[in-house]
């Protein structure tokens, strides 16, 4: 019997926290509250995976992790202790790995192949590009670094370039036995013709193939020695010519690619799962987990990289059945309703925005962000920042499919004589315009007329290249998006909508959560997935709005504080929007350490290195994460450095830059000269500490009494002071933890270096959640109308009433005032904060949370 959901916990699994490293923790899991583990990928992906979004073989749990024994043995012991398990699924790509034997047939034997039809691969465009030299092919070939070889183990004749090997096509296989077979008339030349039936015949006949390999696997030294020796003969660069693939300088432009890529990652390929051959495929080992009982759910990763959102959940609900947990990763934009998808929830990006949102002082982030403007760091409309970052990912990062647009939209336009006159320039632009300028992740109609949802959108998307872009454009992308407006299955139009829509994603992805998100650093507490760049504060009404429609609706969806994906933790953003209550204070340090710490400033190309955006940049990331160690600061500012792309890229390093704002921040930490700063920071950190904690506990409080399932990430029910991957993977002290939560006494707040206080307010609230499920998960909201800084709700239903209050800001004298009353005559039992008639606090926790009995 399936667990009923009331709390998930993510768990990081790799070979380092296995299925075995996580049944130890049960015991644990089971008392702090949690209803399920929420697992990260499991299945097979590559070796020594620190996140398992790089599957290379669907069809196996991971060794690494203990195989389907190991996840067996967790399962049942979940199961046992009362515990469910929902599965974190990857259906949009896999790596292109020659361990992923998938990639390897799709390679060896092309479009017509065993597995031509499951990427997503322009086989129409010639062979597939594989950017994999570190120069071109023919100087590769030159110095010896590309070899044809045997790979006896798998039955396979390859080409190797150092670690990477790539197949050869059965007619090559062929050619090459034939030459081995002038030496011996016998066995090579029978399978050298077996190989050629392979090729001509194209046949989906996995038997045959596994024949052909096993014989070629199986032949003696003195056959194989005689096989190597024709490799050795071959033309290399005649044989590569004649390959289903080719290989190509790392640098190669991304509009030569011929497949579709998880973002803009070359070594994630798509999948195309709206086939259903390649579904049943890629679904089968999760589904047969479901069914035999073994996990309650599964969590879809990046359901809007599929060609078709709504019918994959379609097909998923009927395979998974009426009673399973399905979760799907999906950002909504601001006021964007979920489609109405046969699903739980979604991941929630948007309640942690809203409740962080709510600790944020609008006035405060919009000095620090003028203040940057006036600065000229930073342009002053912010999403046109936002259309920046996408145009510049657009003509950079996603040449490629930008150019399979513009094709599709060249063929499309010259169908009629009113839009043949635009020409292919102009329509790359009137493309990149309309991706820039859509205004949500992507669309789900099949045009831009029939669903009216998606009509708006196609709508103010045309406003805004009307206002932004030059007429020309605007009368192309106008046309185009007419034209689109009634397209036929297997049209030219229903293929440019269907690549649209993969790829206005990734565009938003790219542009705003990793470029702009690290270019906007006015206050980086709110450059969360999801945030809204242009308004990322909220105000009580607007909250109380949602979450009544949403307790209305008895939504599910996760409501996270942290995630895997999450650029800080709750107590680092905590910290970090405190400074938004000071501007003028925090501007003033600013410019103070700015002046103090000139010394350790670089001149690079004559510019001071780290420019100003970097250096705030690095004095907020310090303020949210004191004490840091070098190591994870070094490591935080390369990542941010190369996404931020304003002075070097992951693709192009700018060494000489990064190189002396590495050395300026490890200078702060450690050098005499910094002393001054580093008493100055410890003495802000000091102020603001108090504050911070209490965000974050009420941030707390509020993630698990909001309407929705709260979904806590591994080890953040202590202080998280983490920033971005791989930063929030590191390995999590259990055993702290489960002391803590054993332990019969709660530390006072100001004295809580470990976080034991926000431990005891999680397990409290997830015991009154299991204590009153139907509250919880059916319960009215009704917001409270209260005095700054309290924000404060109650939820009411014939299992009891509830009543939260906590505050938004720093704590004055001021009072929430009078309680409200409990229903019929029932009276307030505290599970946090004291009680009286005037809403009596203990100044040292603050927060109030009542139930009814």
């Known amino acids: 019997m399936a667990v009923s959901l009331a709390a998930t916990y993510r768990l990081q699994f790799h070979k380092d926290f296995t299925f075995a490293d996580a049944v130890v923790q049960l015991p644990y899991l089971k008392a702090l509250g949690v209803s399920h583990i929420y697992a990260s990928p499991i299945l097979m992906s590559r070796p020594g995976s620190t996140h398992g979004y790089d599957g290379i073989d669907p069809s196996r749990i991971d060794p690494e992790l203990g195989g389907e024994d190991g996840f067996a043995a967790l399962a049942d012991a979940a199961k046992a202790a009362g515990l469910g398990i929902i599965l974190d699924i990857v259906p949009n790509h896999l790596a292109v790995d020659s361990l992923n034997p998938l990639w390897m047939d799709a390679l060896e034997f092309g479009a017509e192949g065993p597995a031509g039809h499951l990427f997503d691969i322009a086989w129409d465009r010639g062979q597939v590009i594989i950017p994999a030299l570190g120069k071109t092919q023919a100087a590769a070939i030159a110095d010896g670094e590309i070899a044809l070889a045997a790979d006896w183990d798998s039955g396979r004749l390859l080409a190797r370039y150092f670690d990477n090997s790539w197949p050869l096509r059965p007619e090559t296989v062929a050619a090459a036995l034939q030459i081995a077979a002038a030496l011996d008339e016998g066995t090579l030349a029978g399978l050298s013709s077996r190989f050629l039936r392979l090729e001509n015949e194209r046949k989906r006949d996995t038997d045959a193939v596994a024949e052909a390999r096993h014989e070629l696997s199986t032949l003696t030294p003195a056959h194989r020695a005689l096989v190597e020796a024709a490799l050795a003969r071959m033309d290399i660069a005649a044989v590569l010519h004649r390959q289903h693939w080719r290989l190509t300088h790392w640098r190669t432009e991304s509009d030569s690619l011929t497949y579709r890529r998880f973002f803009n990652i070359t070594g994630l390929i798509g999948v195309r799962v709206e086939d259903p051959a390649v579904f049943d495929l890629i679904h089968a080992l999760p589904l047969r987990l479901l069914r035999a009982g073994q996990v309650d759910g599964l969590r879809v990763d990046h359901v809007d990289g599929l060609a078709d959102p709504t019918g994959y959940c379609i097909r998923l609900r009927q395979e998974a059945g009426p009673d399973a947990i399905l979760f799907v990763e999906k950002i909504l934009g601001e006021h964007e309703a979920l489609r109405d998808w046969p699903i739980t929830g979604t991941t929630g990006y948007e309640r942690l925005n809203d409740i962080q949102g709510l600790f944020v002082n609008p006035e405060g982030f919009q000095t620090l962000d003028g203040y940057l403007v006036r600065q000229r760091l930073l342009a002053a409309d912010r999403e046109e920042r936002l259309a920046s970052a996408k145009s510049f990912m657009l003509r950079t990062s996603f040449l490629g499919e930008v150019e399979t647009l513009t094709q599709l939209a060249h063929g499309i336009t010259r169908s009629t004589p009113h839009s043949a006159e635009f020409g292919l320039g102009t329509l790359r632009e009137a493309v990149i315009a309309l991706l820039v300028r859509f205004p949500v992740y992507r669309g789900y109609g099949a045009d831009t007329a029939s669903d009216p949802a998606d009509a708006t959108l196609w709508q103010t998307t045309l406003a805004g290249v009307e206002a932004h872009d030059n007429p020309w454009t605007f009368d192309a992308a106008g046309a185009l998006v007419r034209l689109l407006s009634g397209t036929e299955p297997g049209s030219p139009g229903e293929a440019f909508m269907r690549r649209f829509q993969q790829l206005s994603g990734p565009a938003m992805a790219k542009g705003l959560e990793d470029t702009e998100f690290y270019r906007s650093v006015a206050l980086t507490a709110v450059n969360e997935v999801g945030g809204d760049i242009a308004q990322p504060w909220r105000n009580a009404a607007d909250v109380h709005a949602i979450y009544a429609a949403r307790a209305k609706a008895s939504a599910r969806d996760l409501i996270p504080l942290a995630t895997h994906d999450t650029k800080r933790g709750p107590e680092t953003r905590a910290r970090i929007a405190a400074l938004s209550e000071d501007a003028a204070g925090w501007i003033t340090r600013f410019e103070a350490w700015h002046a103090l710490n000139k010394v350790l400033r670089s001149d690079v190309n004559g510019r001071e290195a780290p420019d100003l955006i970097d250096e705030w940049l690095i004095y907020q990331t310090l303020v949210g994460t004191w004490p840091i160690s070098e190591d994870r600061l070094a490591e935080y500012l390369t990542k941010a450095m190369r996404e931020a792309k304003r002075h070097t890229f992951w693709d192009n390093p700018n060494e000489a830059y990064e190189s002396a704002v590495q050395s300026f921040a490890a200078a702060l930490l450690k050098d005499d000269r910094a002393a001054g700063f580093r008493t100055g920071l410890t003495q802000l950190v ?101 005095p700054q800084p309290w924000f404060g709700f109650r939820r009411d239903h014939a299992d009891g009433s509830l009543l939260v209050i906590v505050p938004q800001g720093a704590v004055t004298a001021e009072r929430p005032g009078d309680l409200p009353p409990p229903p019929n005559g029932q009276s307030w039992q505290p599970v946090l904060g004291a009680i009286d008639g005037a809403a009596g606090l203990d100044p040292a926790l603050p927060l109030i949370v009542l139930v009814s009995a």
């Open 686 to 786: 000091g102020e603001i500490e108090g504050r911070a904690r209490l965000t974050g506990l009420a941030m707390t409080v509020l993630q698990l009494t909001l309407p929705g399932t709260p979904d806590l990430y591994q080890g953040t029910e202590f202080w998280d002071f983490s920033l971005v991957d791989p930063d929030n993977r590191r390995p999590v002290d259990y055993a702290a933890r489960a002391g803590a939560l054993e332990s019969a006494s709660l530390p006072r707040l100001p004295a809580d270096k470990q976080g034991a206080t926000k431990l005891f307010v999680t397990h409290r609230l997830l015991a009154l959640r299991q204590a009153r499920p139907t509250l919880f998960a059916h319960g009215d909201y009704t917001g409270l109308d209260l």
